[in-house]
DNA sequence: ACAAAAGTGTTTGGCGTACACCCATGA
DNA sequence: TCATGGGTGTACGCCAAACACTTTTGT
């Protein structure tokens, strides 16, 4: 990848990136998809460059197919974050020696990149992460459980948690993040983990279900402990006239 | 400004740029300050670019201070936008020859710009416009008779107000936009500008006085039609606790 | 005296919070 | 049969929307 960037450079847009905050829910855990690179041998968030001829959200689109193997899904810029010492250490004297960059190219990479921040909602059991070559190792990681990140991806994931938190109100989440099917139960999970607190199980059934892109199906829940819940799906249809519209809510 | 930023281009982070809305509030109006340039002729958001060693939050704030020659003032990015058609029509062949610009360099200006968009709230009767040489004109003009504005500009500026009526529900607004003494129907007005629709008078008061920001003052308005009204001034300290801490609320 | 705008208080309905009870299932 | 979690209904309180009346000032 750094190689191919490198020889490539005229191509990409010089000092811009994509980072993807990429979320998925799975066993009642949110989860974020990180990249492992050996060189430096640290987690980061998913990214890329931005071709010269496609526009900051198509190549986000892109980072995300890269990565996940998924389409037409969730995806939306929420920050762009420009310090001048963001990315100031990011690649050490031997990376750029194991690369084999000459240090007048490697001036390219010694400047300030400015990043482009997308989160998006992925249903995680869809997804077929996949590494760039042998040196790449990708995985969901539980947010709450997040290692050290590269630069300040950090940062960068807590600003998009932050902002999907504030969407929650503006909007209904769920239709990408959980499979077609799904209980009243695991919604209220998702709900749960993204704001952080526990919220009243049946206080949450109605505000869920006033807003009406639930279908309750004639089915429930089978092999489950204690009394099968009922199953739902969300209407396509409503749930995105909602997501257009936009909600007026708190939760 | 362009012969000199082609000079030093090698300063500048490459390919990108700053937009911003400046908002003020003068006589019952929200008004937005728009810059015209001779070429090409058609008003323009005051924006800039981005030297190579200053945060992109920075360079936001030179931009500001630039053209109202105010400091320390409200400012936030709302957005990014890096569509690839957005300026590709921005410097004719006319306006290159104008300024003396190679073929080869005008490459640079031809290639697609990302603009990170910010949006500020001033005191209108505080800034002094400032016009870049003889041949631009800086100007407040009223949001609702905004005229062409180039590139994508005029999406630019309704993004920035979207997000300054979604901001309206999680923090107060007006420390910046009114002068230091004013009254609850002034205040009154600028929100009912910004979100583009009467609020009751009753209920307003009652609830912006709730939020515990203002400090009644022992002095009412003079030289004014029919009943005076009170002067209030904004509790500095509590303004900004409750801009950190956040509001929950709407309008 | 009258018009117009500011200041004060009251009623009402809806929504969010809290909680009690019943139902279904596996161990 | 008991523990656990799902499903249904209700009571309370607060806040926001709607509205009536009084007060003050300029003409």
């Excluded at 949110?30 to 050996?38: D, F």
């Excluded at 987690?43 to 996940?68: C, K, M, Y």
């Excluded at 204690?226 to 409503?238: C, E, G, M, T, V």
């Amino acid at each position: 990848m750094l190689k191919n960037i490198l020889d490539n450079r005229d191509e990409y847009q010089p000092g811009l990136s994509i980072d993807c905050v990429i979320f998925g829910f799975h066993e009642n855990q949110l989860k974020v998809l990180l990249v492992k690179t050996k060189h430096p041998d640290k987690w980061a968030l998913p990214g890329g460059f931005v071709p010269i001829n496609e526009d900051i959200d198509q190549a986000a689109v892109s980072v995300l197919h890269a990565r996940t193997g998924l389409k037409g899904i969730f995806l939306r810029q929420f920050y762009t974050f420009g310090a001048v010492k963001r990315n100031e250490n990011h690649f050490s004297n031997r990376v750029l020696n194991f690369g084999g960059i000459l240090s007048e190219e490697g001036k390219w990479y010694f400047s300030r990149f400015v990043t482009v921040g997308y989160y998006a909602l992925v249903d995680l059991m869809q997804t077929i992460p996949q590494p760039e070559g042998k040196n790449e190792i990708v995985e969901w990681i539980d947010h709450n459980v997040v290692p050290d990140l590269i630069l300040d991806h950090k940062e960068i994931l807590d600003k998009a948690l932050e902002t999907l938190r504030m969407e929650l109100n503006l909007m209904p989440v769920g239709y990408n993040l959980l499979p077609e099917k799904f209980t009243i139960p695991e919604l209220q999970k998702l709900y749960e983990t993204i704001l952080g607190r526990k919220l009243d199980r049946r206080n949450f059934l109605r505000k869920i279900t006033a807003i009406g892109i639930l279908t309750k199906l004639d089915e429930k829940k089978s092999n489950v402990a204690h009394k099968a819940p009922n199953l739902y799906s969300f209407d396509r249809d409503k749930y995105n006239e909602v997501v257009r519209n936009g909600l007026h809510q708190g939760w």
